[in-house]
C-alpha cells in the first residue's frame, strides 16, 4: 500500500491539502498499487533505490511533460515534497544512469499488468465500458541526428540504413499534402509508434509501442487479441478506426471471429476507380470501347471479374481497328502486348457489407475524435518524443504514460467520485479549502 512518511520539518499532510499540486499527485499515488512489484534487490548484490519510487518519478515526468532523465532530476530536486512523496530520500536523488538502468532492465509486462489492474477496476466500478473501442496510433520519434529537420545530410532515403544508437527503429512517413489529389511533400522519420485502444470515455485500455514499419492493422489485430485476453468483452461490441485500418482480413477478423462490428471508412488506395460501362454491362476503355468479360481472378479472400482489351480478345473488333489501339495505349504494343486489363470487385465480405452512407454508421464513427482528444492530453500533439535508445525503454516509457491516463480516471472517478473530471489531468484535484469555497 502507498504510505506516506512525514517528515520532522513540514506538516505533509496540510501541504496537500491546501496544494491542488501535491494533492493531484498524493492521489495519483493512492491510485497505483505496487503491491506485486519488488521494491528493491534483496539478493546478491547492492540493494539499489527503490522501484516503487522510480515508477511514481516516470510519472511526475509525463504528467509535467518534462523531457528527458536530467531534467526529471532537476524537477524533483526542486520539489523536495514531491520527491519525499515518491519515496526517495531528500537529498539522496538517484542520478541519471539508475533511472535510463530501470527503463532498460524492468519487463514491460511488468508495467502493464499494473496499468490493466488499474483499468480492471475502472470496468468493475462502471468507469470504462466494454461495448465501444477505438484504436490509433501516434508518432514517437526517435533520439537520432536524422529527425533533426535542420539537418541537410539526414537519411530519409534508404530505410535499411539504421541509425546507429536506434537499431530498432525504422523509417516511415510523418506527414503529407494532398495536391490535385495526389500526395506530395512527404516528411519521414525514424522512429516507433505508439498504438493503443481506448473506451468511448477516454481510458486507454491496452496498448504497444512497436517499431514504425509495421501496419496499423497488424498491430490492430494484436491489441484486440490481447484486449480479449484481458477484459473478457462480449460480442458485438463497436471497433471504430481511421481509414489506415481498411483492411479485407482485419474487417473478417473483427466480424466473423469476434462477431463484433467494425466502423472503418474506406481508404481511397482500396476503392476501386469509378467505370463507365457498355450496353453488355463491361467496363469501357480509355478508347471508349465495351471490353471483353475474360473471367474471373481470385486472389486470397478477394474475387474479381477480369476484362481485357476487346481488340486482342476479338476478331471482329481487330477487324474494325486495323491501325490497333486508337488511342496507342502502351499495354497493346509494349512487352507481351496483352492488351489493358480492368477488374470489377465482386467480393462479399465484412468489408463490402458495412453501410458507410447510413446515419448510423457515420454517427457512431465520429465518436473516432476521442482517440485524438486522448492523443492530445497524453503529451506532444503531432508526436511523441523520447530521448532513449533501446526498444524496452522506449515501450516502457510510452506504457507509463499511459498508465498516467489510466491513474487520472482513477483518482477523479474513484478516490474524488468526480467521473467527469476524468480528462482533466491538471485540474482533477481541488484543494479543500477551495472546494469548500465552491461548496
Known amino acids: 500500500m502507498y504510505q506516506i512518511q512525514l517528515s520532522l520539518f513540514h506538516d505533509l499532510q496540510m501541504i496537500i491539502k491546501h496544494s491542488a499540486f501535491h494533492k493531484k499527485y498524493d492521489l495519483l499515488f ?3 498499487d505496487l503491491s506485486n512489484v519488488h521494491n528493491k534487490n534483496y539478493s546478491i548484490g547492492r540493494t539499489g533505490y527503490s522501484r516503487h519510487a522510480m515508477i511514481r518519478a516516470f510519472i511526475v515526468k509525463h504528467l509535467e511533460e518534462i523531457k528527458s532523465v536530467p531534467r526529471l ?5 526542486a520539489h523536495p515534497i514531491l520527491t519525499e512523496m515518491c519515496g526517495f530520500v531528500i537529498g539522496n536523488l538517484p542520478d541519471e544512469s539508475q533511472f535510463y538502468r530501470f527503463l532498460s532492465e524492468t519487463n514491460n509486462s511488468v508495467i502493464e499488468n499494473i496499468h490493466h489492474s488499474i483499468n480492471k477496476i475502472l470496468v ?3 468507469v470504462a465500458s466494454l461495448s465501444i473501442f477505438i484504436t490509433d496510433s501516434k508518432p514517437v520519434m526517435a533520439a537520432t541526428k536524422e529527425n533533426n529537420f535542420k539537418n541537410p545530410h539526414r537519411n530519409v532515403r534508404d530505410k535499411n540504413k539504421q541509425p546507429k544508437r536506434n537499431p530498432s527503429s525504422a523509417l516511415s512517413y510523418y506527414s503529407y499534402q494532398e495536391i490535385n489529389g495526389k500526395r506530395d511533400n512527404f516528411i519521414f ?3 516507433y509508434r505508439t498504438h493503443v485502444i481506448i473506451s468511448k470515455e477516454g481510458i486507454p485500455l491496452v496498448s504497444t509501442t512497436l517499431p514504425n514499419n509495421i501496419t496499423d492493422a497488424k498491430v490492430a489485430r494484436r491489441l484486440i487479441k490481447k484486449l480479449k485476453r484481458i477484459y473478457h468483452f462480449k460480442k458485438g461490441a463497436f471497433f471504430i478506426a481511421d481509414a489506415a485500418y481498411d483492411e479485407r482480413d482485419f474487417y473478417n477478423f473483427i466480424v466473423d471471429q469476434l462477431k463484433c462490428q467494425a466502423f472503418i471508412p474506406i481508404n481511397p488506395r482500396n476503392q476501386q476507380e469509378p467505370k463507365t460501362f457498355g450496353p453488355h454491362g463491361c467496363p469501357l476503355c480509355n478508347a471508349n470501347l465495351e471490353m471483353t468479360s475474360n473471367g474471373s481472378w481470385t486472389e486470397g479472400l478477394r474475387t474479381r471479374l477480369k476484362f481485357r482489351c476487346p481488340i486482342k480478345v476479338s476478331h471482329k473488333v481487330a477487324l474494325k481497328f486495323p491501325d490497333g489501339c486508337p488511342v496507342n495505349h502502351p499495354s497493346f504494343s509494349d512487352g507481351n502486348a496483352y492488351g489493358c486489363t480492368k477488374y470489377f470487385d465482386i467480393t462479399d465480405d465484412a468489408r463490402s457489407k458495412v453501410p458507410r452512407d447510413s446515419l448510423f454508421f ?3 464513427y465520429n465518436m473516432r475524435t476521442e482517440v485524438e482528444r486522448y492523443f492530445s492530453r497524453l503529451g506532444d500533439r503531432e508526436a511523441e ?22 491513474l487520472v480516471a482513477y483518482a477523479a472517478a474513484i478516490l474524488l467520485n468526480q467521473p ?19 461548496g
Open 30 to 32: 493512492q491510485a497505483l
Open 73 to 77: 532530476i532537476e524537477f524533483l530536486d
Open 124 to 126: 468493475e466500478k462502471g
Open 189 to 191: 522519420f525514424w522512429g
Open 362 to 364: 457515420k454517427n457512431t
Open 385 to 406: 518524443q523520447t530521448t532513449h535508445y533501446k526498444i524496452r525503454s522506449i515501450k516502457n516509457q510510452m506504457t507509463i504514460a499511459h498508465l498516467s491516463m489510466s
Open 420 to 438: 467527469d473530471k476524468i480528462r482533466c489531468y491538471r485540474t482533477f484535484a481541488v484543494p479543500d479549502d477551495k472546494l469548500a469555497m465552491a
